[in-house]
T-cell receptor, first 114, second 112 residues
Framework: GAVVSQHPSWVICKSGTSVKIECRSL??????MFWYRQFPKQSLMLMAT?????????EQGVEKDKFLINHASLTLSTLTVTSAHPEDSSFYIC??????????FGEGSWLTVV | KQEVTQIPAALSVPEGENLVLNCSFT??????LQWFRQDPGKGLTSLLL?????REQTSGRLNASLDKSSGRSTLYIAASQPGDSATYLC???????????FGKGTTLSVSS
């Protein structure tokens, strides 16, 4: 079946550095990819929606300059957390929408900023 | 703006009980609704997907219903087991397929 691969699963970075998270659809073309963030004991919050070849659409309150999203191809989207701070520590998860409108999720990435 | 609400926020039951988790949404113009399971520290596992034209889906001990007109869905778990302990999330996909909105989840604890 369709699989979405998210990498890395766990990452620790120093405050002030940038970290990139990749989301790949392995056996289907993802027309749209979604990026979510989840704080402890809270639900998933949609951060942005990206379509291949166009700029991402960010949800209200999400800083586009801090959370850079690139959707360079139909199988790859990346989220870069720039100048990370401890408050950016969170669980980030991507999902990809196939042409048939089915949504598949990655396993998520735990980011810890120290 | 679509809002998804899940009740209850937490539920504790003894093993063997049948239980119902509720999900409501404010905008009935949806493409589909999905129920997910999330274990602590893990990603999401899709349990059941109901297209807007369907009324229910079943998988093993799980049954999900959808009443689009009233903006409600229920997830029924039969004969609960300790392994069912997790957070259950429902999410609705809008008709354009451009936004998947989640509820806050119901955290289920099944004791043996």
């Amino acid at each position: 079946g369709a699989v979405v691969s998210q990498h890395p699963s766990w990452v620790i970075c120093k405050s002030g550095t940038s970290v990139k998270i990749e989301c790949r659809s392995l056996d289907f073309q993802a027309t749209t990819m979604f990026w979510y963030r989840q704080f402890p004991k809270q639900s998933l919050m949609l951060m942005a929606t990206s379509n291949e070849g166009s700029k991402a659409t960010y949800e209200q309150g999400v800083e586009k300059d801090k959370f850079l999203i690139n959707h360079a191809s139909l199988t790859l989207s990346t989220l870069t957390v720039t100048s990370a701070h401890p408050e950016d520590s969170s669980f980030y998860i991507c999902s990809a929408r196939s042409r048939g409108n089915t949504i598949y999720f990655g396993e998520g990435s735990w980011l810890t900023v120290v | 703006k679509q809002e998804v609400t899940q009740i209850p926020a937490a539920l504790s039951v003894p093993e063997g009980e049948n239980l119902v988790l509720n999900c409501s949404f404010t905008d009935s113009a949806i493409y589909n609704l999905q129920w997910f399971r999330q274990d602590p520290g893990k990603g999401l596992t899709s349990l059941l997907l109901i297209q807007s034209s369907q009324r229910e889906q079943t998988s093993g001990r799980l049954n999900a219903s959808l009443d689009k007109s009233s903006g409600r869905s229920t997830l029924y778990i039969a004969a609960s087991q300790p392994g069912d302990s997790a957070t259950y999330l429902c999410a609705v996909l809008n008709q354009a397929g451009t936004a998947l909105i989640f509820g806050k989840g119901t955290t289920l604890s099944v004791s043996s």
